[in-house]
């Protein structure tokens, strides 16, 4: 599967990348998606949540009534949770949600997602390009050049650029990120995929 590499105007140029089929053309796996996403999201999860129960609460231990000739169920202390301002009954409490998943069905799971992106022709290739320093107004050029300047666009490049990072980072709905940050959830969160022409290569050596 070959694919024209496009210059920063926005225009395709002569040259043209080979995209591997076992890559970049499988029928895509929605369970292995699902569970890497799943890692992901589950991964980056703080878990500090908590609650407090009757052994922590603060509050009196007077009994509130009687225990007997009320007519009404029996009560104890004021920290029960059925009363308002009373504790939480199996409320969370700080826990670690993160998982781990076999690497072959990871790789799985981005040649699943990068295989949606080129049937649905949201995959472009672009030639490798470096800015002189953080220049947002300019990259946002190059992003309108492409056509993709409006809708939420992940720029894959082929090794960490300080220069075009900084310049993305105040668009919000543009992410910059290299080879080896990939991740599943990284492509379907995505409306368009931009690979640097030397990512290409260097993907095909990560999924292989």
């Given at each position: 599967?070959?694919?024209?590499?496009?210059?920063?105007?926005?225009?395709?140029?002569?040259?043209?990348?080979t995209?591997?089929?076992?890559?970049?053309?499988?029928?895509?796996?929605?369970?292995?998606?699902?569970?890497?996403?799943?890692?992901?999201?589950?991964?980056?999860?703080?878990?500090?949540?908590?609650?407090?129960?009757?052994?922590?609460?603060?509050?009196s231990?007077?009994?509130?009534?009687?225990?007997?000739?009320?007519?009404?169920?029996?009560?104890?202390?004021?920290?029960?949770?059925?009363?308002?301002?009373?504790?939480?009954?199996?409320?969370?409490?700080?826990?670690?949600?993160?998982?781990?998943?076999?690497?072959?069905?990871?790789?799985?799971?981005?040649?699943?997602?990068?295989?949606?992106?080129?049937?649905?022709?949201?995959?472009h290739?672009?030639?490798?390009?470096?800015?002189?320093?953080?220049?947002?107004?300019?990259?946002?050029?190059?992003?309108?050049?492409?056509?993709?300047?409006?809708?939420?666009?992940?720029?894959?490049?082929?090794?960490?650029?300080?220069?075009?990072?900084?310049?993305?980072?105040?668009?919000?709905?543009?992410?910059?990120?290299?080879?080896?940050?990939?991740?599943?959830?990284?492509?379907?969160?995505?409306?368009?995929?931009?690979?640097?022409?030397?990512?290409?290569?260097k993907?095909?050596?990560?999924?292989?």
């Open positions: 599967m070959e694919l024209k590499i496009k210059n920063i105007s926005g225009k395709e140029t002569s040259k043209k990348v995209l591997k089929k076992e890559i970049y053309g499988i029928e895509p796996n929605d369970n292995a998606i699902y569970l890497d996403v799943k890692q992901f999201m589950a991964n980056n999860r703080q878990g500090t949540h908590s609650s407090l129960e009757k052994s922590t609460i603060s509050g231990t007077r009994k509130l009534k009687k225990q007997k000739g009320t007519g009404t169920a029996r009560m104890g202390s004021i920290k029960s949770p059925i009363l308002r301002g009373g504790a939480r009954a199996f409320g969370p409490h700080p826990r670690d949600y993160s998982f781990k998943l076999n690497k072959k069905l990871k790789q799985l799971a981005r040649k699943s997602a990068l295989s949606y992106k080129v049937k649905e022709g949201c995959l290739v672009v030639e490798d390009f470096d800015l002189d320093g953080p220049k947002t107004q300019e990259f946002q050029g190059i992003l309108n050049n492409l056509k993709v300047g409006d809708k939420k666009t992940l720029l894959v490049l082929g090794e960490a650029n300080k220069n075009i990072y900084l310049s993305a980072r105040n668009l919000s709905k543009t992410f910059v990120v290299s080879c080896l940050e990939l991740s599943t959830y990284d492509i379907l969160n995505a409306d368009n995929l931009i690979l640097s022409a030397s990512s290409v290569a993907i095909d050596e990560l999924l292989s």
